[in-house]
């Protein structure tokens, strides 16, 4: 049975239900464990835990510094490419949009590598549109290939890819695969994502399964929070999530709760997420899945993300720029505003501050060659 | 004087490095540890970094740097780790871990056997983290390795000797230096794993994350001193009956 096939075997609808039913004497008791299960998912996230938000928060930071001490993983995010064939209602590289697509030359590559690494950067994450015909998987092998001398850990979020392919990513230097749902709801998917390979709803959602049956060391999922309620997609990341730590247990899993932020095609979203909803899900999902890697975008505020930071929050991503090459002066179109555009230089030290160490290496290329 | 692989360590307590809230905050708990030997992952050390906080806070001038394999899956990737300390010039020691399950990180006994055997093969100093499995221990004696390195309890979790029962015969029939490795969350279960006669033990989690390193080192630092101590000075049976102070069988001797 595949992730897929486990997936459809449960009524999220009705787990979700259930969650917006939740009595406020059954999250104290659900509290009162010293360990969480997946059948503690609807509760932990219940509108009636977030009456209880301090006392998560509280568990979330105590487990969160047990299991990875006062350790905080920097990263930054490389744009390869706008160029895009899907199209999708929220994202700037949607291909209704009409502007001057741009795809990375290997000069500009190792040009924008250089520059990161010269920040102190150790561990990159490579990402594009999908335009498997251009930037196929011999660019994007290519370029994991040339940044591979520069950094210890790369990352790659890209078109869903079967397993030969990943293999091969894989063979060239890259550790860890990224791959969003978006959102869960199958039928709401299609109402975001209008044409392209990209509408292919179960084919994404088999893609973190090829990840791990290729190999990749540490694997992300998430949904973009806003495209629908957050509490139904928690349910389905939960879920999804112990699936996959079942049937590949060498992978690392991680998470990430990115929300809708403004896009230049005026959407806006029908299911706004709160500061508060963002705290929660990170809660609960560090009281679920203690040593998971939770991953803060800079799509966030700073303020806010510095209140976050201690609760459960293992990786943050720094100095972001959505756009290709953008970080060599370049001005070609973003994927999505960010909003905290601090240098990773203040970001540590705001994470000094608070007495998180800031940690730029936990990988090396030798465990792949 | 504990002797490990003809090198002699004042101090029986061994410490790990990650976790702590600052390159500071560490360098103050080893010194406060009185350590000798401190783990470095490799993984986490930029050695082509002049500007590495790591490598800046500490020498090895201070203390005998034990790289590790921390995040190999298996035996053929510890072994390139294990290579890639040595290449570092970091040292020809290697704390052999292979934990394949990335949560819990227990250790695969069977791909830790075979990097071992190749490992001691190529003149490195193996010191093996493993489940407190007597059985394995024996068998990388037997492999070479100049210590075994049985867990308390999973790592990080701090729960204490949860596997007294298998280190004690460990200890009763090794031949190489025991160090109790991952899971002690307290002075209290350093000091038991040490009056059991633990030859050594290893901490990370317990101080890195403590309110206070420094002084939670101190505490250590002490506490394994004690263990040893009462050890050494035997330690006297516990028994469930009260003992008769006149013999009943003394007239079988008159």
């Not at chain 1, 990430?256 to 997420?273: A, D, G, W």
């Not at chain 2, 005998?64 to 890639?84: D, Q």
């Not at chain 2, 990335?102 to 056997?113: A, I, K, Q, V």
Request: charged letters at 20%; aromatic letters at 10%.
């Amino acid at each position: 049975m595949t992730s897929v096939d486990y997936l459809k075997r449960f009524d999220f609808h009705a787990l979700y239900e259930q969650s917006l039913t939740v009595k406020p004497e059954t999250v104290i008791q659900t509290l009162k464990q010293s360990t969480f299960s997946l059948s503690d998912l609807p509760t932990l996230i219940s509108p009636a835990a977030s009456q209880f938000i301090e006392s998560l928060a509280q568990r979330s930071y105590q487990i969160t510094r047990q299991r990875f001490g006062n350790m905080m993983q920097l990263f930054v995010p490389l744009y390869l490419s706008n160029e895009c064939y899907n199209h999708c209602t929220y994202c700037n590289f949607s291909i209704h949009l009409d502007y001057p697509r741009k795809t990375l030359t290997d000069d500009e590559i190792i040009e924008n590598g250089k520059l990161l690494k010269s920040k102190g950067f150790n561990h990159i994450l490579l990402l594009t549109g999908e335009a498997p015909k251009t930037v196929d998987v011999n660019y994007i092998g290519h370029a994991i290939k040339l940044l591979s001398p520069l950094f210890s850990s790369i990352g790659v979020e890209i078109q869903p890819l079967k397993q030969s392919e990943y293999e091969y990513l894989i063979k060239q230097g890259c550790d860890s695969l990224t791959v969003y749902q978006e959102t869960y709801e199958p039928d709401i998917y299609k109402q975001y994502h209008l044409t392209g390979k990209k509408r292919l709803f179960e084919n994404r959602l088999y893609t973190p399964e090829e990840g791990a049956k290729a190999g990749f060391f540490k694997i992300n999922l998430g949904a973009l929070l806003g495209l629908y309620d957050w509490r139904f997609e928690a349910l389905n990341l939960g879920y999804h999530l112990s699936y996959l730590h079942k049937h590949y247990w060498k992978v690392k899993y991680g998470i990430s709760f990115p929300r809708i932020t403004e896009t230049i095609s005026s959407f806006s979203t029908l299911y706004p997420v709160k500061d508060i909803d963002i705290v929660q899900i990170i809660c609960a999902f560090r009281l679920l899945f203690n040593d998971l890697s939770i991953t803060l975008s800079t799509r966030e505020h700073p303020s806010f993300r510095n209140h976050v930071m201690p609760l459960g929050v293992t990786h943050l991503s720094a100095e972001s720029n959505t756009s290709p090459g953008g970080y060599c002066g370049t001005n070609e179109q973003d994927q999505f505003q960010i909003h905290d555009s601090r240098s990773v230089h203040d970001i540590s030290k705001q994470l000094h501050s608070i007495g998180l160490d800031p940690v730029v290496k936990d990988w090396d290329q030798a465990f792949i060659r | 004087m504990l002797t490990i692989a003809k090198r002699t360590f004042k101090s029986r307590l061994f410490l790990g490095t990650g976790k702590f809230s600052s390159a500071n905050v560490m360098k103050e708990s080893l010194q406060a540890s009185g350590s000798e030997m401190v783990t470095v992952a490799v993984r986490r050390v930029d050695i082509n970094n002049p500007q590495d906080d790591f490598l800046n806070a500490i020498s090895p001038k201070d203390y005998l740097f034990l790289p590790n394999t921390s995040g190999a899956r298996n035996a053929e990737e510890a072994i390139r780790i294990a290579r890639l300390g040595r290449a570092f010039g970091v040292s020809d020691w290697v704390k052999l871990e292979v934990t394949p399950e990335p949560n819990y990180l227990l250790p695969d006994g069977t791909e830790t056997l075979i990097a071992a055997r190749q490992l001691v093969k190529e003149g490195f100093k193996v010191l093996p983290y493993i489940n407190a499995d007597p059985i394995l221990a024996k068998h990388l004696e037997d492999a070479g390795c100049c210590t075994v390195m049985p867990l308390a309890a999973p790592i990080g979790t701090n729960k204490g000797l949860t596997t007294k029962d298998q280190i004690k015969i460990i200890i009763e029939q090794s031949t190489v230096p025991v160090v109790v490795d991952a899971g002690i969350g307290t002075p209290s279960h350093a000091s038991e794993a040490m009056e059991m006669g633990a030859d050594a033990v290893l901490v990370n989690t317990a101080i890195a994350v403590a309110q206070d390193p420094v002084k939670m080192a101190l505490a250590f630092k002490q506490a394994v001193m004690a263990g040893r101590l009462a050890f050494e000075s035997g330690i006297a049976n516990t028994v469930d009956t009260a003992q008769a102070s006149s013999p009943l069988t003394n007239f079988l001797r008159t």
